[in-house]
Nanobody, 120 residues
Framework: QVQLVESGGGFVQAGGSLRLSCAAS????????MGWYRQAPGKQRELVSN???????NYADSVKGRFTISRNNARETVYLQMDSLKPDDTGVYYC??????????????WGQGTQVTVSS
């Protein structure tokens, strides 16, 4: 079983920055796409950004130009640098990963979530 361990959430004023990290607990499996989703109170969980093992990235329109996703394949870790934060960025941020654990298709895993709160 693989666990995704997140860190880096917190409280910040509008215009500030935070950096989220997510590491897989076991490195013996191949991790394909890694990414971040967020869920604001009363709203559905939405994709923020993801990155393939080869480095191709995808961003929600609302964070383009402000957030940067990156990963370290050797450490099986994904990062989300969040700059120019806005109150609308507030929510619980969840790490997500597609992991090959021996089957032909990857299994999808979620982290436990980390709270990001941006004050106006």
């Amino acid at each position: 079983q693989v666990q995704l361990v997140e860190s880096g959430g917190g409280f910040v004023q509008a215009g500030g920055s935070l950096r989220l990290s997510c590491a897989a607990s076991r490195s013996m499996f191949t991790i394909e796409t890694m990414g971040w989703y967020r869920q604001a109170p009363g709203k559905q969980r939405e994709l923020v950004s993801n990155i393939t093992r080869g480095g191709s990235t995808n961003y929600a329109d609302s964070v383009k130009g402000r957030f940067t996703i990156s990963r370290n394949n050797a450490r099986e870790t994904v990062y989300l640098q969040m700059d120019s934060l806005k109150p609308d960025d507030t929510g619980v941020y969840y790490c997500n990963a597609d992991i090959y654990t021996g089957r032909p298709i990857p299994d999808n895993y979620w982290g436990q979530g980390t709270q990001v709160t941006v004050s106006s």
